[in-house]
């Protein structure tokens, strides 16, 4: 390999790790404000009242989120950087709301301990989908069947209850959100070499990272939470 092919391929790298910097960085930040919302939550007579009192509440808060997801999935051409920042951040905002509930549902201690074993699996994932030489999009369209499939027994089990259901539920949510962090991690590394980094549009392709990221992880720490968790 020459000189000039070396170096064009440092440069290469070196812009991959500061896009993907950007985007860990706006991801644990995110994550950080949803444990904190969650935490004020529970502290908030106020806020309980609000989000529990009914159905009604809890349920505003998840259709909420799930048009700030699409919001910013499908309209972040059109919005500039810092309102694409403003919605990512009000999102976690509402699903530390909504996570509240693990909070009051779970011991603190387990709820720590299985934040610390899900941040090493993802972390683990995230590094093998940077490092690795493997094509993984062929992992996408298997892993979107396998959401789907998940999301379509969670709502029926909402019906049938079944418990081994809800174990078995568990654990290939589990696997699914473990295959997407590498995934998603080696697929957000590809935008880098498509945007310029401090450029309006490499700004909002990095927040868009981190929120396919940050839902990884959530939904990660959710399932192994109930195989993992002790119930208070």
């Known amino acids: 390999m020459d000189m000039q092919s070396r170096t064009y391929i440092e440069s290469i790298s070196t812009v991959e790790a500061d896009f993907m910097q950007k985007v860990y960085l706006w991801m644990t930040f995110a994550l950080t404000l949803t444990g904190f919302v969650a935490y ?3 502290q908030s007579e106020f806020l309980l009242e609000l989000i529990f009192s009914s159905s009604f509440g809890f349920i505003g808060l998840i259709l909420a989120e799930l048009a700030l997801v699409f919001w910013i999935s ?3 051409q059109r ?3 810092n309102m694409a920042i403003g919605l990512f951040l009000l999102y976690s905002v509402l699903n530390g709301m909504t996570l509240s509930v693990l909070l009051i549902a779970y011991t603190g201690a387990s709820v720590a301990s ?5 941040a090493g ?3 683990a994932m995230s590094v093998y989908g940077y490092t690795t030489k493997q094509d993984l999009s062929s992992w996408g369209n298997l892993l979107f069947m396998a959401l789907i499939g998940l999301i379509l027994a969670s709502v029926v089990n909402i019906f049938l209850q079944s418990s081994g259901l809800y174990w078995l539920i568990s654990y290939i949510g589990v696997l699914i959100f473990v295959g997407l962090t590498a995934y998603d991690t080696q697929k957000i590394k590809q935008l880098a070499a498509q945007v310029i980094v401090e450029s309006e549009v490499g700004r909002k392709v990095a927040i868009l ?3 396919t990221l940050y839902l990884d992880f959530i939904n990660m720490f ?3 939470l109930r195989i993992l968790g002790n119930r208070r």
Do not use: C, Y
Not at 114 to 118: G, H, L, S
């Open 79 to 81: 919005m500039s950087s």
């Open 114 to 118: 299985t934040f610390f074993i899900t």
């Open 74 to 76: 499908s309209g972040l």
């Open 222 to 224: 959710i399932f192994m």
């Open 121 to 123: 699996m993802f972390g």
């Open 209 to 211: 990272g981190a929120l």
């Open 40 to 42: 004020r939550t529970t």
